[in-house]
């Protein structure tokens, strides 16, 4: 079968490889479609836990195509889509009900076999229907999950007012999920005026204009518009510098969630004292594990939206045209990998 392998960080090629098979309790998949996400780059560079070789992708839609002789729930042809984060089950974390803290945790195009191929394999347990979505929005299933989980950790008070520094896809899934999860009124800053678009067109309250040059001046709009700052403060843009104005921007009892990919070496400085006298809580939110189904109903009623989120489409064969157009192309939202 046709699949991206890296040799190495920053070295792939489109290469024929033996298609996998299914062990007895595993689903055999036929890729339809994957989504590439911001972890991907981090992953080109050997970042994100990658393990070499490796076959990249992770937010991926496709098709029973086979399955082992203990695989129940499934049928032949059935539309999947797979939870890439596959935990140990053995340790005091997954004994404990917390899988995510995993430390043995393996992610599918991480450090496991992923999806910019014809195929892959899964346990099954990790394969959820998504029979009857459109591909195009099935493909969401993981960053929706990411998203959800993203809404566990902050915990909104109903009535909160919320900040969302990032409007690339799975913060828009983030900032729609407060909207609809009892927020009062949510805000999204980001640099791109096109991002900012869709995001009032799914939904969001208010718009800001993030300069990156000048983010003094956008923290002062900020401070305006809001009346000095917000409930819940998400910093999902993956910039130490935007983080560094995460605590100041926070309401007194408020909420910072840590949402978007850093460098690991990133630093971000905030006052103890005033997160102690305020009693500020930050919060980290990695990945997801146990919120595949709550994304598939949300995207499944329509409550969760995806429209215009896809930009570009690219085959197998221009993965690395893929991966420079979202590097680069400032009109790239979403860009999907078709097989
Ligand atoms: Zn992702
Ligand atoms: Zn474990």
């Known amino acids: 079968m046709k699949a991206v392998l890296y040799d190495a960080p920053r070295s792939f090629a489109v290469h024929d490889v033996p298609r996998p098979s299914p062990g007895p309790g595993d689903i055999l998949v036929k890729v339809l479609q994957s989504g590439i996400c911001g972890t991907d780059l981090h992953i080109h560079e050997g970042n994100f836990f990658a393990e070499f070789p490796l076959i990249p992708g992770h937010e991926v839609v496709g098709t029973v195509e086979a399955a082992g002789s203990e695989v129940e729930g499934f049928v032949s042809g059935e539309a999947v889509a797979v939870n890439p984060n596959i935990n140990c089950r053995h340790c005091e974390y997954c004994r404990s009900g917390r899988a995510l803290l995993c430390p043995n945790l393996k992610g599918m195009g991480t450090n496991w076999p992923g999806s910019f191929a014809e195929y892959l394999t899964v346990p099954y347990q990790f394969a959820y229907s998504v029979e009857g979505i459109d591909p195009d929005v099935a493909v969401f299933t993981e960053p929706a999950a990411c998203a959800m989980h993203g809404l566990e950790s902050l915990g909104p008070r109903p009535g909160s007012t919320a900040l969302i520094f990032g409007a690339g896809p ?3 899934l983030l900032a729609q999920l ?15 005026e096109f991002k900012l678009d869709r995001a009032r067109a799914l939904g969001v309250d208010e718009t800001v204009l993030l300069d990156r040059e000048d983010l003094g001046a956008t923290v ?10 917000f409930d819940l403060v998400v910093e999902a843009t993956g910039s130490a510098l935007v983080g560094e104005q995460c605590v100041p921007l ?9 949402f978007g990919v850093t460098q690991p070496s990133d630093r971000v400085s905030f006052s103890p004292y005033d997160v102690f006298r305020r009693e500020i809580t930050i919060r980290g939110s990695f990945a997801e594990i146990n919120s595949f189904a709550a994304a598939i109903r949300a995207l499944r009623s329509g409550r969760l939206r995806t429209t215009g989120l896809i930009t570009h489409r690219f085959t197998l064969d221009d993965y690395g045209q893929a ?9 790239a939202h979403k860009i999907v990998v078709t097989v």
Do not use: F
């Open 250 to 258: 926070t309401l007194n009892g408020g909420t910072v969630l840590v």
């Open 178 to 192: 407060l909207v609809h999860g009892g927020a009062a009124h949510v805000t999204v800053a980001a640099p791109t």
């Open 170 to 172: 799975t913060g828009l």
């Open 220 to 229: 002062r709009k900020l401070r305006e518009i809001s009346g000095g700052g």
């Open 323 to 331: 991966l420079k157009t979202l590097q680069t192309d400032k009109s």
